[in-house]
């Protein structure tokens, strides 16, 4: 989200069409002792994270402030942005995704190199920088090589899985780890809970009973045209914002499948349609697929409003700390009139498709 290089480059086909962990979904973890997260337990000197894949889990020790990070996700930069100290991080895994501009400055200056992507990371340069740890991520039970080789040559090595946390605010939560492995806990509390308390009030102002926005939500990724469980991420962002996916298989946070003829039919129910890839205009969306000219959606919007011109989308940087802002986003959608428009300047994440 995003993103790390699972999130910035393959957005299409995982996090722009909801989380596809497998046909099963993932595996039933117990033991965080937080409030929203299911993959993340803290206690005093540790963090340990939770597989979402096998429940197996992985402790990351902290007797001390970590100094020097190395962030594989550029969502890992937005939580160490966020407590004021992005001067830990020392190394990320592609520097064109990065959006934060605290960060960028010290990228410009030669003081945040690149390591690459897990599929072809530069080891020697990670070794040389001697981090107190690497911040990862898995996308699978199968063990990662590119951790696999780092541990061997003594560097720590420790995944997050925020990115497949369901609850918007049980992604926000994952700054108190980064609080805790910084000596910043009561900083992080402080974001955590104004957050909180921005996205439960926006979603009180939306009604329960008034009509819910239909949502045609994504485009295909190849074939293969992804619509996210009733139970994921995107759809409960949604849904708090008042609206709902067509096509979204109740209890399931798992991604289903549905053919263009299918999606074209829930074309014709729909009053929005939203995260339409990297198309920003009606002329891009057309050349993906002339067929969408058909379709009956007049109001499109689409995340990318903060991109990067080296590929990166703040909406997987900063959006994973603040669902606030993206809630926001999504009201203002759909309360907006079918004969009027919404601002690109009002919304924080979105643009309108036109």
Known sequence: MYGHFWIACLTAAFLFFGPM???????????????????????????????????????????????????????HVAFLDALGCDSV?????????????????????????????????????????????????????????????????????????????????????????FGLMTGRQVAADS?????????????????????RAKVLINIPYGDLWYIPGADSYMARLVSDAGGEILGAQE????????????????????DFWLNTGLCRTRAELNAVNPAFSSFGVNRVYNNVRRCTAGGGNDFWES???????????????FKSSSDSTVSNQVLNYYIEVQ
């Open 251 to 270: 209890g399931t946070s798992v991604s289903g499948v549905i053919s263009l003829e299918e999606a074209f039919v829930l074309s014709g129910s729909a």
């Open 319 to 333: 959006g994973c700390l603040r669902p606030d802002l993206i809630l926001h986003d999504l009201i203002t959608i």
């Open 89 to 177: 991080i020392c190394a990320v895994s592609g520097t064109g995704f990065i959006s934060s501009a605290p960060l960028q400055e010290r990228i410009a200056c030669g003081e945040v190199k690149d390591v690459g992507y897990d599929q072809a990371p530069d080891y020697e340069t990670i070794v040389s920088l001697n981090p107190d740890v690497v911040l990862a991520y898995n996308v699978s039970a199968v063990p990662s090589p590119f951790a696999s080789r780092l541990k061997s040559l003594g560097i720590r090595v420790f995944p997050l899985y925020e990115f497949l946390e369901n609850h918007p605010l049980a992604r926000t939560e994952y700054v108190k780890a």
């Open 191 to 211: 974001v955590f809970g104004a957050v909180r308390a921005a996205y439960d009030s926006l979603a009180g102002t939306v009604s329960r009973d008034a009509h």
């Open 21 to 75: 962990l497998s046909c099963s979904g993932p595996v039933s973890v117990s033991g965080s002792n937080l409030e929203y997260a299911s993959f993340l337990k803290l206690e005093e000197g540790r963090v340990i994270s939770f597989s979402p894949y096998s429940g197996q889990s992985d402790t990351l020790c902290v007797s001390r402030p970590l100094g020097r990070i190395v962030c594989m996700s550029t969502s």
